[in-house]
Every structure is written in C-alpha cells, then in structure tokens.
C-alpha cells in the first residue's frame, strides 16, 4: 500500500469533494479493489469517508468532519515537501504551486521549524548542470498535450542516427535516471514507444485531439535481462578517474595496483555504448581481459586516429 496514493485521494478528496471509484482506480492506475482497501486505511486513520451510491455517488469526508492537521506527523509532510520540491525543479505550473501551498496549510505553527529544517536536509534538483536546454519547454509542451488529449509532431533521432518524423499520442511524462522520456502511441511504428526528448526536435502540438486507448506502460525495469547478457571484464583504470569508474560498480570491484592504479572487475555488455564508457575513460583505462574485447577496443582505436591522420584541406 503506498502511502503517497493515500495521502493524494485525501488531497482529492478535499478539493473535489466526491469522487467515484473507478475514477480513482484510473487516475493511480490500480483496480477499484485497490481503492476501496485504501479507503478503509484511510478510515482507519481516523478520516471518515462515506459512499454513496447511485447516480453522481461515490467516495466524500463525511461533512460534519474537518481534518485535524495533526493527522499528519513531522516525517509525513517533510516528505510531501520535498517531492514536490524536486519537482517543482523541471515541471513548473499552477498546479504543483497550488499543491505545495495546501500541503503547507496542514502545517501546524508549532511544528513549521521543525519541518523547513527537515526538508532542507535534504536537496533533490533534477535539473541539468549542463546540457540540452530545450528539455524544459518540451515537459511544458507534453504536459498540456497529456491533458487535453492533443496529438504531438516532432522529428526523432534514434541512437543510431537515423531521423524520422512523428506524429504520436501522448500518455505519460517518465524520469528514467537522469533522463526524460515520455510513452505515447506512435502513428508510423502502430505501436506504443518510448521516446526520448534529447532526441526530440521540433516539437509541436497538433490541434487534433484523440480518444485514449488502453494504456500500456513502459518497460522500465530491465535487471533480468541485463542479467543474461551482462559479463564481466578486467580492466586497469588510473585513480584520476575512480569517480567516474564507481557510476557503474561499486567499491568491491575494486582491487589496489600500487598507489596510484586499481583493477576492476567492470560490468560490461558487447554493445556500442558499453564500448564508448570505456573509451570516455581515455588513456586512464587499459582493457586486460577477455581478449576479444581488448582487440575490438583497440580496433575502434585506431579507426579514430585515422580519420585525424588524413589533414582536411585547408587545416594547418
């Protein structure tokens, strides 16, 4: 049971006053069997919520009752603050702004230290250091197509370059890492894909509109299949680039080679980008084993100082 999804049909429920529970079964994405478990917790906590039945029915706080702001402790709303925070970081709008000031109001004044001091132990700031600025207008332009049904149109790079134009249904904004994505139907390919907006260009909103279907999540968990393809190589790296090495391994991978050197047993899957973290660690990394590996990386090598052996015209 997720205690955010309770604390949220709260919130709804004081802004909508009575809402149905298939609504709130498709709004989190869970069966109605779900939501009236989470209604019982949330009587349980002391909230009485009644149904009512028939036409316009559903889930409402009983009238005559007003939420004690003490239902929720210290822990509790320092928590709420700081998610919205993080997010209020790379999706701005009236909405978190509103969220974040009711979350606010249930902030009794004898506790109002207590809480800014815990949230502020902690930072979440999903936005970029450096890098592709257009990220932020586009979650802006997604975010409007997502609620008012409106198909998208831009132009797409794959990872391996090739450029396309779609035109696509949007359904659901997706933080993968440090990564954007957003899943949506795409017209060319039939099917849902997930498309990721540092590949977007061009992004634009179409004045038609479209019913939703059913909406098929991506997949976003691939430990198991990284599992059966993933291997582990032998490599010797250079101290000055330790911070980098420890993205993607941990401390007991790592083996001293005299002071200034480590050898590392590194996770490794035979494909370009796997290939291309090694050689981002430049002249700091030596591949040791298995042998293949070390030719292929010496191969690209020397694929690369040849295209700076041939002097373009005009270059000095």
């Given at each position: 049971m997720k205690v955010d999804r309770l604390v949220s049909i709260i919130m709804i429920l004081l802004d909508k006053k009575r809402i149905g529970a298939q609504a709130?079964?498709?709004?989190?994405?869970?069966?109605?069997?779900?939501?009236?478990?989470?209604?019982?917790?949330?009587?349980?906590?002391?909230?009485?919520?009644?149904?009512?039945?028939?036409?316009?029915?559903?889930?409402?706080?009983?009238?005559?009752?007003?939420?004690?702001?003490?239902?929720?402790?210290?822990?509790?709303?320092?928590?709420?603050?700081?998610?919205?925070?993080?997010?209020?970081?790379?999706?701005?709008?009236?909405?978190?702004v509103n969220a974040f000031e009711k979350v606010k109001s249930f902030i009794p004044a004898e506790k109002a230290k207590d809480i800014e001091i815990t949230t502020n132990q902690i930072c979440i700031d999903l936005s970029p250091w450096i890098g592709n600025r257009t990220i932020q207008s586009y979650l802006k332009i997604i975010k409007t197509a997502l609620q008012d049904h409106k198909l998208l149109f831009f132009e797409y790079t794959s990872h391996h370059g090739n450029k396309t134009v779609r035109t696509v249904e949007p359904y659901q904004l997706v933080l993968k890492g440090m990564h954007w994505y957003f899943q949506g139907y795409c017209y060319i390919r039939n099917d849902y894909r997930l498309f990721r907006l540092s590949r977007i260009a061009a992004l634009k909103i179409k004045q038609e509109t479209f019913i939703p279907r059913n909406f098929q999540k991506p997949i976003l968990d691939f430990e198991e299949i990284v599992k059966t393809m993933q291997i582990e190589i032998k490599i010797r790296v250079h101290k000055s680039v330790l911070d980098r090495v420890?993205?993607?391994?941990?401390?007991?991978?790592?083996?001293?080679?005299?002071?200034?050197?480590?050898?590392?047993?590194?996770?490794?899957?035979?494909?370009?980008?796997?290939?291309?973290?090694?050689?981002?660690?430049?002249?700091?990394?030596?591949?040791?084993?298995?042998?293949?590996?070390?030719?292929?990386?010496?191969?690209?090598?020397?694929?690369?100082?040849?295209?700076?052996?041939?002097?373009?015209?005009?270059?000095?």
């Amino acid at each position: 049971m997720k205690v955010d999804r309770l604390v949220s049909i709260i919130m709804i429920l004081l802004d909508k006053k009575r809402i149905g529970a298939q609504a709130l079964a498709d709004t989190f994405e869970v069966s109605p069997r779900t939501i009236y478990r989470d209604i019982e917790a949330i009587n349980m906590a002391g909230i009485p919520i009644r149904s009512i039945s028939g036409v316009g029915g559903g889930f409402e706080i009983m009238p005559e009752y007003k939420l004690d702001k003490k239902v929720f402790s210290t822990a509790d709303l320092s928590a709420i603050l700081m998610g919205l925070s993080s997010l209020a970081n790379v999706i701005r709008g009236d909405e978190l702004v509103n969220a974040f000031e009711k979350v606010k109001s249930f902030i009794p004044a004898e506790k109002a230290k207590d809480i800014e001091i815990t949230t502020n132990q902690i930072c979440i700031d999903l936005s970029p250091w450096i890098g592709n600025r257009t990220i932020q207008s586009y979650l802006k332009i997604i975010k409007t197509a997502l609620q008012d049904h409106k198909l998208l149109f831009f132009e797409y790079t794959s990872h391996h370059g090739n450029k396309t134009v779609r035109t696509v249904e949007p359904y659901q904004l997706v933080l993968k890492g440090m990564h954007w994505y957003f899943q949506g139907y795409c017209y060319i390919r039939n099917d849902y894909r997930l498309f990721r907006l540092s590949r977007i260009a061009a992004l634009k909103i179409k004045q038609e509109t479209f019913i939703p279907r059913n909406f098929q999540k991506p997949i976003l968990d691939f430990e198991e299949i990284v599992k059966t393809m993933q291997i582990e190589i032998k490599i010797r790296v250079h101290k000055s680039v330790l911070d980098r090495v420890l993205e993607y391994c941990t401390y007991d991978h790592f083996i001293p080679d005299d002071d200034e050197y480590y050898i590392v047993n590194f996770p490794f899957i035979e494909n370009d980008y796997h290939y291309d973290i090694l050689l981002g660690f430049g002249d700091q990394c030596e591949c040791l084993e298995p042998l293949h590996i070390r030719a292929e990386i010496k191969r690209k090598i020397q694929h690369m100082a040849a295209i700076y052996d041939n002097e373009k015209p005009g270059a000095k």
